[in-house]
């Protein structure tokens, strides 16, 4: 018995000696070229109508944020495209404007991203607006963008007080796409 476990052990380890095998070429890991892309959440808020008061008249709301995402000079140089989403929730019985600027250094806006949002009626008022897209000389100014800033004009309509009910809503994602290597 076990001479023929012997000799079994020895045909397997002669199996192993003629076995195929190639040379490597770890030269290939030069030509390496990674395209992830980056989901992040952008910007978010929510403005109840309770701190919209006024007499019914257009009312104006604004807010600068800092956006250092173009600090880094290893994502920047290696950013290709980025896309911005926006779904904005109104469940006030007003209509808005809602403007998001897009600032340099100087405070100066490089683009304004406009998004018309109806008066609530009752019912689902999510509005999901179209994709936009940075590429070219749009995303050479969107690299340039170290704030953002947000206008809110609220339409004429029924006056808003403290018993005011609902709120306006706005959440945004970026995709980064990126190559590396």
Known sequence: MKSSLSSLNLIFLAFLFFSCSSNLDFDQVKDLRLEPAVLANLAYFDIPANKLIDDGGNHVL???????????????????????????????????????????????????????????????????????????????????????????????????NDDSTGSLKLKSSATAYLIIG
């Open 62 to 160: 604004a807010d600068v944020r800092g956006f250092d995402v173009f600090k880094d000079k290893f994502f920047t140089n290696r950013l290709t495209k980025a896309e911005f989403d926006f779904e904005i929730e109104n469940t006030i019985d007003r209509a808005f404007v809602v403007n998001l600027l897009l600032l340099n250094a100087d405070d100066e806006v490089l683009e304004t991203i406009t998004f018309n949002v109806p008066a609530y009626t009752g019912g689902s008022n999510v509005i999901k607006y179209p994709t936009e897209s940075f590429e070219n000389q749009r995303l050479e100014n969107l690299k340039k963008t170290i704030n953002i800033g947000f206008v809110v004009f609220v339409a004429a309509g029924p006056p808003l």
